[in-house]
């Protein structure tokens, strides 16, 4: 059966959308960059492969501890208003180490935060969208030990429970 109504959808507007960046162990020290964000995208690569043979060898009683097998990375890429020589390429050419968060609000109750704890910008380009200066920057994450992660995403939908209970001695 079809729905009666179509269902509401509340949509994410890029006013929504926050980018923050600033120095690892700035102690939670971010400064947004709201204002020139043009574009982000997070990407995790794990570089799985189905034929890697991993089953075969599980079947065979042969259990391998890791993936040892190429590269892995997370990644975030924003695109945002700037120029050669502006903060962002000063950090790349010092090769600080940074600390940045993406955050997508559709309200106070709804709303997703990715947080890289500690990264570097492992890229930058820069380039022109017909209008003004772009930089392309993409910041690869480092595995940060005080968090047990090189990422976290918070995600809150504004369902009430949301969280399933957890039953002490279960």
Same mark, same amino acid.
């Given at each position: 059966?079809?729905?009666?109504?179509?269902? @509401?959808?509340?949509?994410?507007?890029?006013?929504?959308?926050?980018?923050?960046?600033?120095?690892?162990?700035?102690?939670?020290?971010?400064?947004?960059?709201?204002?020139?964000?043009?574009?982000?995208?997070?990407?995790?690569?794990?570089?799985?492969?189905?034929?890697?043979?991993?089953?075969?060898?599980?079947?065979?009683?042969?259990?391998?501890? @890791?993936?040892?097998?190429?590269?892995?990375?997370?990644?975030?890429?924003?695109?945002?208003?700037?120029?050669?020589?502006?903060?962002?390429?000063?950090?790349?050419?010092?090769?600080?180490?940074?600390?940045? +968060?993406?955050?997508?609000?559709?309200?106070?109750?709804?709303?997703?935060?990715?947080?890289?704890?500690?990264?570097?910008?492992?890229?930058?380009?820069?380039?022109?969208?017909?209008?003004?200066?772009?930089? +392309?920057?993409?910041?690869?994450?480092?595995?940060?030990?005080?968090? @047990?992660?090189?990422?976290?995403?918070?995600?809150?939908?504004?369902?009430?429970?949301?969280?399933?209970?957890?039953?002490?001695?279960?």
């Amino acid at each position: 059966t079809f729905p009666d109504a179509s269902a @509401s959808a509340d949509v994410l507007r890029g006013i929504q959308a926050d980018f923050k960046t600033g120095y690892y162990g700035s102690a939670g020290s971010v400064t947004s960059k709201k204002s020139i964000l043009m574009s982000a995208e997070f990407g995790i690569n794990n570089n799985l492969d189905v034929a890697d043979g991993r089953l075969m060898l599980a079947s065979a009683g042969i259990y391998l501890s @890791s993936l040892r097998f190429g590269n892995r990375a997370v990644t975030l890429t924003v695109r945002v208003q700037g120029h050669q020589g502006d903060e962002f390429w000063q950090d790349y050419n010092a090769d600080a180490i940074k600390q940045v +968060e993406l955050r997508l609000d559709v309200s106070a109750s709804r709303y997703m935060i990715i947080s890289i704890p500690k990264c570097k910008i492992a890229s930058i380009k820069q380039s022109f969208n017909g209008i003004r200066d772009m930089n +392309e920057i993409t910041y690869k994450a480092f595995y940060e030990t005080a968090e @047990s992660s090189p990422f976290i995403v918070t995600i809150r939908n504004g369902v009430a429970d949301y969280l399933l209970p957890i039953t002490p001695g279960m």
